[in-house]
């Protein structure tokens, strides 16, 4: 059970805090709701007797958060190289609502994108997960969003430099030679 005045995470939708809790009559069935303001002054009804049940949970304490921060400057985990299978992983860690499978998707994906890019879906994968890890460590560290997307930035620059992939000299060409289509040997 959690109280007014509570910070909590809503899995999928990132930390805000209880600002209420009310009686609401929906659909002929009276039951009472957490009401959550969530970052961007949005507002979440969740059912109080279901709230655990889908993952609602208190914010990290500062401990944790420092965990988090580690997250972000380890090397990146093994991911399918099908991106679509690399997708469904990743949104199963989302829906987990677990703050260090968030971290991790942020760095990893972080990661992907610096060396080669990503999908549409990932890319919006990727904004997703920041914000819900943003959400929570501005409630963790009282500190700004600006100031939390910063140390985040940071600290993936700083881990993609000390473990992105080693170039491969041997599969480098080594001399560029031009390509004329006007001198055809024959």
Known sequence: MFNVGDKIVYPMHGAGTIESIEEKDILGEKQSYYIIKMPGEVKVMVPTSKAEDIGVRNIISKESAAKVFNVLENDSTEMSMNWNKRYRDNMEKMKSGDIYEVADIVRNLSFKQKEKGLSTAEKKMLTNAKQILVSELVLTEQSTTEEIENVINEKINTS?????????????????IPFNADNKEG
């Open 160 to 176: 993609y430099e000390e473990f992105k992939p080693a170039v491969d000299s041997e599969n480098i060409v080594k001399k560029f």
